[in-house]
Structure formats: C-alpha cells, structure tokens
C-alpha cells in the first residue's frame, strides 16, 4: 500500500478555475530524495495537506532539518511529490512544463549568485527566460525586446538596484546581491513568489526592507509570497499565515498569534521561549532564554 | 520579432485542462510603463555586431601576416597573386611563382586554417565546461578531457586502428570516447550532492590527469622506438599540414560540433546561476549537461586525433575575453572562439618560424604561456573563484 505510487490526477473537482483563489494546494502529499518505491523509503515529507491562498504571505518554519526546503522545492516543481496530488491555481503541477510554471511562480533559493561576472542587469533580466521562445533557426541569441526590459526595469526600481545595473554582480555586497536575485525572480512576473531563506546573512535594515517590500507587492499586486525562514519573529511580524513543521508534517498551522505559541515551540524545537506581545503590532515576539536558564513563564 | 511575453512554448494546451490565469497575459500593475534604458549595462545587438565585426576583420589580417612567415618570407604581393590566381584559377607560368604557390597551398595555408579550427574549438569548449560547472578554471586540458582523448587515441594508434584509410574516421571517435570517459569520472568524482565545488573539480582532473598520463606513457614506452618518437611529438601539442580532403571532414565535423554549441548560449547565461534556479526558470539541465558534455568531448577528441594536448587555449581565452567584454555567453562564446582561433594561429607561426630550421610543438608555447596565467588565477584572483 505504502509502496504504490499515486499518480492519480488532482481531484476532478478542484481542477476547475473556480479554485483559482488559492495558488496551491496539496492533498497527502509525500516527498523522499531517492527512489519513492524502495522497500526502505524514508519520507522527508509526508502527508502534507497544505492550501496557500492567492495574495497571501505565507511563512514555513520548522526547525533545521523538518522539510521546510524539500517543500519549497516541490512548490517550485524543482522535486516531484512521491505521493499525493499538488496543484497550481487549479492545475495539476505535474501538468504543466517547467517553462509554464516559471511563468507563474518564480523560486530564489539560498545562495544563488551568478558565477561570473555578469552586470545587474543582466542578471535581472535571465529572469526573462521562460518567457522567451526559442525558435530553432535563432541560433539562440534571444534578443531581449521592450517587454523584458521593460519588466526588468520595474523590477530592479522595485528592489530599488536602478543604480547597479552595470555593476557585476561579484561586486557586490550580500544584501545587493540578494536583492539583485530577489529582482531577477519579480522579472519573471509571476504571480507566486518562492523565497527559501530571503533574509539569512542580511543586516537589519536589509532584511526590513525586503519584508516590506513583500508586503507592498502582496498588498498592491495580489502577489502571493511563500517564505521559508529560520527567523520567527520576522515571520510573525511579515506573514500572515504560519505553517510550522516537524520532522517532515506540518505541526501546527494559522495566524502568527494562533502557531507561535510557548507550547508549539517547546513541542517542535523542544526548548523553552519567552513570547510576550510585540509593542507594536501586537503580534506575538519571541524572545530566547538565556543560556541553560529557561524562562519561567 | 520576439513573441510577446506570456506566449506558452507548447503550442496546444492540453484539452479540458483549465489555462492558468496567467498574469503575464496582462503585464501586471506592477510592471509599469517604466522603461529604463540599461545603459552599457547588456549586450545589444550593435556592441555584438562590433566586436564580432573588428575581431573577424583582426582575424582576418593576422591570417594574412601567418601566411607570411615561415622558412621562407612571402612578399604581400606574392602572397596575394598566388591567393587570386588560386582562387579565379588562372594558371601563370612564373616557375618562381609556382614554388611559392607550393608552399602557400600545399603547406601554410592549410596549416594556418587548421590552426585557426582548433584554436576556435578550443576555446569555445572551454567556455561551455566552464558555464556548465560555474568554473572559471575548467578547460579541457585541466580537467582531462584531453589526456583522455588522447589516451583513446593512443590505444587506436597501438592497436593500429588509426593507420588505414579510416584514418579520419576512426581517429577523432576514439579521441571522443576517451574524452567522454574522462569527462564523467570527473563530474562523477566531483560532485557532491547537487554542488560541483571548484576544488575537487580540479583535483578530479589532477588524478585523471595523472593516471592518462601514466597509460600513455606506457603506451608509448612499448611501441616501437621511431614510432615513439612521433608519438611524444604529437603528444606535446603540435599542428601539420593536412591534406584538403581530410581537412574538409575535420571542418565539417568541427563545426556541427560547433553549431551546437552556439544554440546553446542563453542557457548557458542562465546556467551561471546555478543548476536548481536554471531549472526553476525551465532550462532543460540534465539534457544541456549531457548535450554539452557530449560535444565537448566531441571536439575536444577530433581536436586531439589532430593536434594532440595543446592545453590552456581553453581557460586562458575565455577568462580573458570576460575580463574585457563581460560575461553574456552570446558574446562570450563567439567571441573567445575567434580570439582562441587567432592565438592558436599566430602561436603555431611563432612555433614554426622562430626557431628554424627546427620546429617546437605548439602545445609547448601555449603551455608556457597558460600555466604562469593559471597560477595567477588561482594565487591572484581567488576571490573571483569563491
């Protein structure tokens, strides 16, 4: 039973554009590097029933080692699910090219700078390349035209990196960097966003403006965002929903207020936090115990 | 004209299947009319058409200049009358003039040619390996490619495959072989995970390297002492003048490899950022590696079958060709072709006039040349390489 492979195709009902108002969906969906038929299959994911709504920022938080990037890969069709069903506003993920849905969802992984010396620029604008057609007598030039630039021009105003453009991206500082391929990611215009630790390695003040930039492309644009990150308290000031996971299920699920509780987190990181309520927005702050000192709450 | 954004590749959707409501039908809110001019900033179509033009024109007159130098000087007039009367085929009775049109067609001009092929092939595989594994070290030589192929060719010419009427044939598919072989114990022995750390890319073509180099030099310590000696002259890196016929092939085969290679130029831009992310904006990887991988041992083996290890062409071009025109491979790659074609021309000039009457290989030239580059690479520039 564990070992058949479910290829079926997404529940007729949910492939309808009615369900469009949610970008995924994910009904039982297993995940293991490898073989899924092996007799000795050890699953990395395993019955995720998970739905992000369209134009919502949704965080994945876990600890190190629960998933939280094997899931990201599967949302960016970069991984095949060993199990379950995985639609895209509708549609069946596996249905779709990989061209097709890198026209709808656009992934920046961790440490994705070019390795050569390419300029801003036209790292932005490789995000341009799902959208171009390669015509067989081309030669594979792919001239950019208005609309890339265009689109790419947008994006670096938007990830405020207008005055790199000509600088090479080995130049760069980590937070230009992160913001050059979080721009590369907008130029693919796509309507989700996949964001596997944005804000690692990022100083403060950068790591508040790619939040809130986020935020201003969910609120103006209807973008639908997926964060996974290590960070909580920025997950629960930036997301609005949590999904927390744990040694592959998800744990917990909801509002910030609902999943990051003190109980939640002894439970999944198996230590004792302080959480109070943030003075600001009220949402809740999680503050760590001083070394083999827990709070006593 | 470029399809609009938002085209689907495939051109039937599947029936039934509900389209997804793609944004980029509509350019969404946030892609304003903003449209900011990149200056300097990409590759146009103008600055290519430039570089390409004046590289080509350069080309052009260092062929001429090559053509030139040898035992014996040619005279530009000389040279032109011979190149003309060759071309609009009007025979002269100058006997001076038919010696000199010996030698210029007979002996350089095919020479020089090959020279020009090899050096473009060359370089231009050094800049697929290097896209391919985000390494600006990689090169044919340095990874074992070539000591591969010419492991391959070496056990042909053992086994005396390689001296019939295939010659031509059989050669450059055992070099192809060879060079393959090497190329996939090096990714294999390399990667790690889904990473290809620069390190232990190089220290996989350092042992493969090795043990080629030991194989061939058994290879060539139980042959026949005269045929030995050919062997370690051919193995050095050096060029002859082949005869037309064979050279027709060799161009033909070269240049469907490099065809190939040339459709592949804006993957491999995107192929820079990494495996996984040129995945996610839909680069078809595992077929780009095994189609890159398979011309570049394509070549790499005709290249050897021909010349023999003429090492560093594939690392030293690309990298100093990037320096000055930037890193996009639709520029890189042409561009690194001609400029590794006209290095390896002038370096076989050099290698055959300067030490008359006696001829050095070419490889050694090139060698001395590349190695001092490589440490300055590796000692000098490693930030670049992190």
């Given at each position: ?142 001239w950019e035209d208005r609309d890339d630039c ?48 944005p804000t690692a390695f990022l100083d403060l ?93 | ?5 938002g085209h689907s590749t495939s051109p039937v ?374």
């Amino acid at each position: 039973m564990r070992r058949s492979l479910d290829l079926r195709p997404a529940d007729p009902a949910s492939g309808t554009l009615s369900g469009s108002d949610q970008a995924y969906e994910l009904h039982g969906v297993y995940f293991c590097y490898g073989n899924p038929l092996a007799r000795d299959v050890r699953w990395v994911l395993s019955n995720l029933n998970v739905q992000v709504e369209s134009g919502e920022i949704l965080g994945i938080v876990g600890p190190n080692g629960s998933g939280k990037t094997s899931l990201v890969k599967l949302l960016a069709k970069l991984a095949v699910p060993g199990r379950g069903a995985l639609s895209l506003f509708g549609r069946n993920l596996d249905d779709l090219s990989q061209a097709e849905a890198a026209r709808t969802v656009a992934f920046v992984p961790q440490d994705s700078a070019p390795a050569f010396s390419f300029t801003v620029a036209e790292t932005v604008l490789m995000g341009r390349y799902p959208h171009r057609r390669q015509s067989r007598w081309s030669l594979g030039f792919g001239w950019e035209d208005r609309d890339d630039c265009a689109a790419a021009a947008q994006a670096m105003a938007t990830m405020d990196i207008g005055h790199l453009a000509s600088r090479a991206v080995t130049d760069l500082s980590g937070g230009e960097c992160q913001r050059t391929m979080i721009a590369r990611a907008l130029a693919q215009t796509p309507r989700v966003l996949l964001l596997d630790e944005p804000t690692a390695f990022l100083d403060l003040q950068h790591q508040i403006e790619i939040c809130s930039v986020l935020r201003r492309l969910r609120d103006e644009h209807g973008l639908t965002v997926v964060i996974v990150s290590h960070d909580l308290n920025l997950a629960s000031q930036y997301c609005d929903r949590i999904v927390m996971l744990k040694e592959g299920s998800v744990y917990a699920r909801g509002t910030p207020s609902e999943v990051l509780s003190v109980e939640t987190l002894r439970a999944v990181y198996g230590c004792e936090v302080l959480i109070d309520p943030h003075p600001e927005s009220g949402l809740p702050r999680i503050t760590l115990p001083r070394q083999g000192l827990p709070f006593r709450v | 004209m470029m399809p609009s954004a938002g085209h689907s590749t495939s051109p039937v959707p599947a029936v039934g299947s509900p389209s997804l409501p793609s944004t980029t039908m509509q350019t969404p809110a946030y892609m304003t009319e903003d449209d900011r001019p990149f200056e300097g900033a990409v590759l146009t179509p103008m600055r290519w058409g430039v570089i390409m033009g004046s590289l080509s024109v350069v080309a052009l007159l260092l062929a001429v200049v090559c053509l030139q130098f040898g035992t014996q000087y040619i005279g530009l007039g000389n040279l032109l009358g011979v190149l003309s009367s060759a071309l609009f085929d009007h025979p002269s009775d100058d006997t001076m003039l038919n010696t000199t049109s010996v030698i210029l067609l007979q002996v350089r001009l095919p020479r020089v040619f090959l020279g020009f092929l090899i050096g473009v092939c060359l370089a231009s595989v050094g800049v697929a390996l290097q896209a391919l594994l985000r390494n600006p070290l990689a090169d044919p030589y340095v990874l074992g490619v070539s000591s591969g192929a010419a492991l391959g060719v070496a056990l042909a010419v053992l086994f005396g495959i390689g001296t019939t009427v295939l010659a031509f044939s059989l050669l450059p598919v055992c070099g192809f072989l060879g060079g393959l072989a090497a190329l996939l114990v090096v990714y294999r022995m390399a990667a790690t995970y889904d990473r290809l750390p620069i390190h232990s890319v190089l220290l996989a073509g350092v042992i493969l390297n090795a043990i080629f180099s030991a194989l061939i030099m058994f290879i060539t310590s139980i042959m026949e002492p005269n045929r030995s000696f050919g062997m370690m002259a051919w193995l050095m890196g050096s060029l002859t003048a082949p005869a037309y016929p064979a050279l027709a092939v060799l161009s033909a085969y070269l240049l469907l490899g490099l065809v190939l290679l040339f459709k592949q130029v804006r993957v491999l831009n995107v192929l820079a950022l990494g495996e996984e992310p040129a995945r996610s904006l839909g680069v078809d990887t595992e077929r780009t590696k095994r189609l890159i991988f398979l011309v570049s041992a394509l070549l790499t083996g005709a290249v050897v079958s021909v010349s023999g290890m003429i090492g560093f062409i594939g690392m030293i071009i690309p990298h100093a060709v990037r320096l000055v025109i930037g890193a996009d491979h639709r520029l890189l790659l042409p561009a690194s072709a001609l400029v590794g074609g006209i290095f390896l021309m002038v370096a076989d000039t050099i290698a055959r006039t300067f030490f008359v009457p006696s001829e050095v290989p070419v490889g050694i030239i090139t060698a001395l040349a590349g190695g001092p580059f490589f440490v300055y690479l590796l000692v000098w520039r490693k930030d670049r390489l992190a």
